[in-house]
């Protein structure tokens, strides 16, 4: 089974730049997740879909950060325009209402870093 | 919403050794789930605990969910340098929405 994937792994770019993550869930997985890690720190939630829906997106800085998971498979996630402080790994993950642990399976992220 | 702490945030232990890190909410928590990440990858997911005084095994790996379910604790016996990594504690509001810790990071000396 192809696990969850993330393109591009890396990206650099200049502040003020739009910029742009991935993410191929594994399939059969409804629900897909957003997170932003921070070096040192745990991941954190940006936002949370089930199938194309959007069911928590709280933690979105909405100014600048925008999401997309048409026909509720593969997502986008979008910076523009892009600040120092968005340097981060940005992770997704999905998981599946028929496992019993909702175990969430995290892809490889992107490092972004913004200079 | 809800806080994890997670103690301690390092610990360096010589391989053989054995090692505890903890995660305490300040609410009764529904589930818990534990992570491990290891250098440059991603979290792979470890156990879920779900019922108060809950204690499950993986190899030197045990898990525990207290009474109150409001903390938790990962334990590895005899750790090895494969051990290396971070572990997060994530807490779940509902199955599907999780705040993870800050995370322990352990370094196994060989």
């Known amino acids: 089974e192809a696990g969850v994937v993330q393109s591009p792994r890396y990206k650099i770019i200049e502040k003020k730049q739009p910029v742009a993550f991935w993410c191929n869930p594994i399939?059969?997985?409804?629900?897909l997740y957003w997170y932003r890690q921070n070096l040192g720190q745990g991941p954190e939630l940006l936002i949370r879909y089930e199938n194309e829906e959007a069911v928590d997106d709280s933690q979105l800085p909405k100014d600048r950060f925008s999401a997309e998971r048409l026909k509720g498979v593969d997502s986008t996630l979008k910076i523009q325009p892009a600040e120092l402080g968005d340097s981060a790994v940005y992770l997704c993950?999905?998981?599946?209402?028929?496992?019993?642990?909702?175990?969430?399976?995290f892809g490889p992220g992107t490092r972004l870093t913004v200079t | 919403g809800q806080q994890v702490m997670q103690i301690p945030q390092y610990q360096h232990v010589q391989e053989g050794e054995d090692f505890t890190t903890y995660c305490n909410s300040s609410t009764t928590l529904s589930n818990i789930q534990w992570y491990k990440q290891r250098p440059g990858g991603h979290p792979v997911f470890l156990i879920q605990?779900?019922?108060?005084?809950e204690v499950k095994k993986q190899k030197r790996l045990t898990f525990q969910f207290g009474e109150a379910k409001k903390n938790s604790s990962l334990h590895i016996t005899a750790t090895q340098t494969t051990d290396v990594g971070t572990y997060f504690c994530a807490i779940g509001a509902g199955s599907y929405q999780l705040t993870f810790g800050k995370g322990t990071k352990l370094s196994v000396i060989p």
């Open positions: 605990l779900v019922k108060s005084g």
């Open positions: 993950a999905s998981s599946s209402w028929t496992s019993g642990d909702h175990e969430q399976y």
């Open positions: 399939s059969g997985h409804n629900t």
